[in-house]
């Protein structure tokens, strides 16, 4: 991944746009992490802070990914920074959120913050989805790796983050916020739940624990088995045809989901 572009190497027209916005930039502070745009700075002047992230138009992958993550703001309003504008300029896709002064969540089994994060998952999964079929079905993901009869018991009306790394998480003033809703998806209620869980085990919660942590939220004890099942094996069999044997480990973590 190339490193984010900094204030100072946007192009001329970009930064007069924004500060025609927000007004002149004060500081200007870049955010390493992100995988689907190609800037992410924390933009502060006289009379306020803002998070902004851009993608090149060029990069279609990222380019749509940031669309989408604008145009389902509002849907996911209980649980995320609410979108403030949206503009193209100079050959880039701009967003601009709410600043949430906050830190990323931790993971590790010693942390309180697991519960933070369980009540941000329990926020979120009250959100509802845009009508119009704007968000793809999360089978369709999987596509390349199902077997017959695994479309219909994944299906689900749920709208799901499918990305609750810690970075995407979170915390300010005992809140939890779900960020970078690059990569939606319309499925079971308990996908989110269940891939923390298998993302606590990676940061060293043994299984029995993370297992405990998922018991918290009935939709996943109410889930059909056949659905939990299918759901572990199209996950790893989509890892091990994307990663080979370095998908072993985390392929691990999600058969201990089921254990």
């Not at 790394?165 to 916020?177: D, E, K, M, T, V």
């Not at 998922?214 to 056949?226: I, M």
Request: hydrophobic fraction near 45%; include cysteine; charged fraction near 25%.
């Amino acid at each position: 991944m190339e490193p984010h572009v900094g204030w100072d190497e946007l192009p001329y027209d970009v930064k007069a746009l924004i500060e025609k916005r927000i007004g002149t930039v004060l500081s200007a502070k870049t955010v390493p992490e992100g995988l689907t745009c190609r800037t992410a700075l924390i933009l502060s002047t006289p009379s306020e802070t803002l998070f902004l992230k851009g993608a090149l138009i060029a990069d279609r992958s990222s380019l749509e990914a940031q669309r989408m993550e604008a145009d389902i703001n509002e849907a996911v309003g209980r649980v995320s920074p609410a979108l403030r504008w949206e503009a193209i300029v100079d050959e880039w896709h701009l967003i601009a959120f709410d600043f949430v002064d906050g830190r990323h969540a931790d993971l590790t089994p010693q942390s309180r913050d697991a519960a933070i994060v369980a009540d941000a998952l329990r926020r979120a999964g009250s959100c509802r989805a845009p009508t119009g079929g704007l968000v793809p079905l999360l089978a369709e993901r999987y596509r390349q790796v199902l077997r017959p009869g695994d479309s219909e018991v994944l299906e689900g009306s749920s709208l799901l983050h499918t990305d609750t790394n810690p970075h995407n998480l979170l915390i300010a003033s005992q809140r939890g916020y779900l960020v970078d809703w690059a990569m939606p998806a319309i499925g079971p209620a308990w996908v989110d739940a269940a891939q923390t869980a298998v993302r606590l085990m990676g940061y060293g919660w043994e299984p029995r624990d993370a297992r405990m942590w998922l018991s918290g939220f009935p939709e996943w004890g109410h889930a059909n088995p056949a659905a939990k099942s299918a759901f572990v094996r199209v996950v790893c069999d989509d890892a091990t045809a994307r990663f080979g044997p370095y998908a072993k480990e985390e392929n691990d973590r999600y058969r201990a989901l089921l254990a």
